[in-house]
Structures are given as structure tokens and as C-alpha cells.
């Protein structure tokens, strides 16, 4: 596979971090740029980023300089982006219409209907947007974008069930407070706490397991017709969103099928991200756990546990890893083994 340029936007925020670590020593991607805001840029990465994920940056990435967020600056064919919605309302867009691949992790632009949201293993046909996206935009690049990290757990668990005919689903995330960011919750908020709201989350798991789990026509994604209804909170853990299910399907398959269709699931895709269960069952009654098993795979497994009558289940995955950068990763690895980069 011949090696690709890199960038990543917003390299010294916690994403962005993460995008780091997992292209580091990437076989198919060379980091090239580093690129942040107008207060960073110029520094030594290793003085622009509070590097928090690790004891050491790797290899010598703390020597390099960071950008701007300027096409012009950036010295990449496919961009990474773990910017903040508002700023990748605006960034994103000039690095398609220059003709870089934005390989996104920001929720600017998943609900846009020329905009792929994509996971591998679960919907990689909706690609074909891109076609229609560069006609109607009239870009020489594109966007792609990975979902929300407590929307991929949910729909990667949810794409072995839909040859049961999927009805209805309801779900209660318990999500880590790396999820809103290093700042994102100050100690004196979650410790000893449950918070039982998180702005704007139970809309973006609604709708976006729809389009994921929808149809692509040839021109649009048709939504899958199945309800979703969400409650979302914050609880004080640092890594590992976990997530209760309740689902109707039509089907009526016994939680023994549901075990089977989990262990089965196979999309074989073969890109270096992809971990070798995509979905791990336990058959213990007290995991997932994150503290456990949210590193496994890479950070890219998801794990299933306690499968119920009903259906009822319980599924657990690394909010920053396959939630965030690690999706965005697998979304290029893909687009450049399928040639769409």
C-alpha cells in the first residue's frame, strides 16, 4: 500500500492526541502536519500540547512545529479532524475545496445529506455519497465524518441484530468524562455524582443510528425506520462509555440467537485498525466493566454483555479510541484500501 500525508487539525486537544498515538507508526498514513489554532501554531508541539494521554509524545513529534489550520500550510493529502464543531463548521469546508480528504471526528457536518457518517463494519456502501457530494459542492476533495462516540457502540451492536427485523430501540448511556474533553467537567461536578444530562447528546444518538443503519439509494440515505429514543449521562469514569439496550424485534430471536449473531459478526475487512473481534461477548453477569475491557482490541473492540430476554443487552467501547480518533482512522484505512482517497 503506498503511504499517504497526513495531517491532523486540532492535534493538541484530547482527540487530536489520540490521533497522534494512532498514527504514529501507522503502516499507511505518514504524519506530516500538525496543525492547531493561530495561539499554537508556531510552537514546538511538544510546548502547544499539555500531553496528557501518555508518559512520552511519540517518537520525535514533540520537536515538530505546529501550523495553522491553513490549507496552504498543511502539507497533507488527508486531513484528521478532531476539531470542535464551530471551528470545523468553517476549517473543514476550505481543506475539501483545496482538494483534501477530511476524515472527520466533529459532529459540523454528520446530519448534512451529501455527508457520509460512516463506520466500516457497519455502512460502508453510504460512500456513494461522496459522488453526489463533490458534484453538489463542486469540491475536489470531501468530507467524511464517524459518528458519536456512544452512537458507535450502539450501532456496531446493532448491525448483527437488523436480519431479526429491528422494530424499536431504546438505550441509557453511562458516558466517561473524557467524552466532553480534558476541561469538560470539573472534578467537583462528577466525583460522587451522576449527571443526568448532557446537551445536544440524546438527539445525536437518535438520529444518527438512524442514518447509519439506513439505506443508501444511489443519490441520499433513506433513514432506517426503526425508533430510537435515548437518555444520556455523565458518570466518573475517565475512558469507556457503557450503555444499557432495550430492543423490540420482530423476529423474537432468543437471547442464545442474539449471543450467536454478536459471535458471528465478521465484516473482514482486513485494515490495520480493525481489531480481530470487532465484538467480544462476555458471558460473565457483572461485564463489560471499562476499567476491564475497554482496551481491548487496540481500544477497538466493542464488548456485549448480559444478554436478556427481551431483547436487553449491555454494550461497553473506548469513547476515544473506536468512539472518536481510532473511527476516524479506520474511515481512511478504508477509503485508501477501497481507492476513494
Known amino acids: 500500500m503506498e503511504t499517504v500525508n497526513v495531517g491532523v487539525l486540532g492535534a493538541t486537544g484530547a482527540v487530536g492526541q489520540r490521533f497522534i498515538e494512532a498514527l504514529a507508526d501507522h503502516p499507511w498514513f505518514e504524519l506530516t502536519a500538525l496543525a492547531a489554532s493561530e495561539r499554537s501554531a508556531g510552537k514546538p508541539y511538544a510546548r502547544a500540547a499539555n500531553w496528557r494521554l501518555a508518559s512520552a509524545l511519540p517518537n520525535d513529534i514533540g520537536k515538530e512545529t505546529v501550523v495553522s489550520m491553513k490549507p496552504e500550510e498543511v502539507e497533507a493529502d488527508l486531513v484528521f479532524s478532531a476539531l470542535p464543531a464551530n471551528?470545523?463548521?468553517?476549517?473543514?469546508?476550505?481543506?475539501?475545496?483545496a482538494g483534501a480528504t477530511v476524515a472527520s471526528n466533529a459532529s459540523a457536518f454528520r446530519q448534512e445529506p451529501d455527508v457520509p457518517l460512516i463506520i466500516p463494519e457497519v455502512n460502508s456502501d453510504h460512500l456513494g455519497l461522496l459522488d453526489v457530494q463533490r458534484e453538489t459542492r463542486n469540491w475536489d476533495g470531501a468530507i467524511v465524518t464517524n459518528p458519536n462516540c456512544s452512537v458507535i457502540m450502539l450501532a456496531v451492536s446493532l448491525k448483527?441484530?437488523?436480519?431479526?427485523?429491528?422494530?424499536?430501540v431504546k438505550v441509557a448511556t453511562m458516558q466517561a468524562v473524557s467524552g466532553a474533553g480534558y476541561d469538560g467537567v470539573s472534578s467537583m461536578a462528577i466525583l460522587d455524582n451522576v449527571v443526568p444530562y448532557i446537551g445536544g447528546e440524546e438527539e445525536k444518538v437518535e438520529n444518527e443510528a438512524q442514518k447509519l443503519l439506513g439505506t443508501f439509494d444511489g443519490s441520499s440515505i433513506v433513514d432506517a425506520s426503526f425508533g430510537v429514543s435515548a437518555s444520556c449521562h455523565r458518570v466518573p469514569v475517565l475512558d469507556g462509555?457503557?450503555?444499557?439496550?432495550?430492543?423490540?424485534?420482530?423476529?423474537n430471536p432468543t437471547p442464545a440467537e442474539v449471543r450467536d449473531a454478536f459471535l458471528n459478526f465478521d465484516p473482514g475487512l482486513d485494515l490495520p485498525t480493525?481489531?480481530?473481534h470487532v465484538i467480544i461477548v462476555h458471558d460473565e453477569p457483572d461485564r463489560p466493566q471499562p476499567r476491564l475491557d475497554r482496551d481491548r482490541g487496540g481500544g477497538m473492540s466493542v464488548s456485549v454483555g448480559r444478554i436478556r430476554e427481551g431483547i436487553r443487552y449491555i454494550v461497553m467501547g473506548h469513547n476515544t479510541v473506536r468512539g472518536a480518533a481510532g473511527a476516524s482512522v479506520l474511515n481512511a484505512e478504508f477509503m485508501l484500501k477501497s481507492r476513494l482517497l
Open 87 to 97: 471551528v470545523a463548521q468553517t476549517v473543514e469546508p476550505a481543506f475539501a475545496r
Open 160 to 168: 448483527p441484530l437488523v436480519t431479526f427485523g429491528i422494530e424499536d
Open 241 to 251: 462509555h457503557t450503555e444499557a439496550v432495550w430492543i423490540r424485534l420482530a423476529d
Open 274 to 276: 480493525e481489531p480481530e
